[in-house]
């Protein structure tokens, strides 16, 4: 049974990871080109992008923590815990406030909205690297 929850846990840790790294490397920066000159149209479109994301992740970041648990991979649990942290600040308080946002106002959301990404990504990354490299018997 071990080795089926450390399966399902790296597929998740993986999943989000991958999610995170596509979204920063790839959608936003072709989003930003597009909708070079139309603020508002932009915000918009990232708006309608984030919409509902909250209660896909939530899930995730819970099995993350019950398959970590029964794989026995205990130590990437604070590295959860931090993640899912910082996804509650982008979640509960981020996005609230950056709705009502003035236009001045939303280049420093962008840059504090793509720090907590970076910061999401190289944990979620980081755990499931460790877990991995644990789980297969390189560390």
Known sequence: MTALFTT???ALAAAWAGAMGYSLLVVQPKAER????????YEDFLLTMA??????????IAGLLVTAALARIWFVLPVYAVA????????WRHWPA????LPAERPAFR???RAQAWTMTALAGGAFLTALAATSGLI
């Not at 919409?51 to 995730?60: A, D, E, F, I």
């Not at 899912?84 to 982008?90: S, Y």
Request: hydrophobic share 55%; glycine share 6%; charged share 20%.
């Open 8 to 10: 399902v846990h790296l």
């Open 84 to 91: 899912a942290l910082v996804f509650a600040n982008v979640s």
């Open 34 to 41: 597009f909708f070079a000159g139309r603020d508002d149209e």
């Open 111 to 113: 840059r504090s909205l």
């Open 51 to 60: 919409h509902g994301n909250r209660w896909k992740v939530v899930p995730l």
């Open 98 to 101: 950056r709705v009502f946002a």
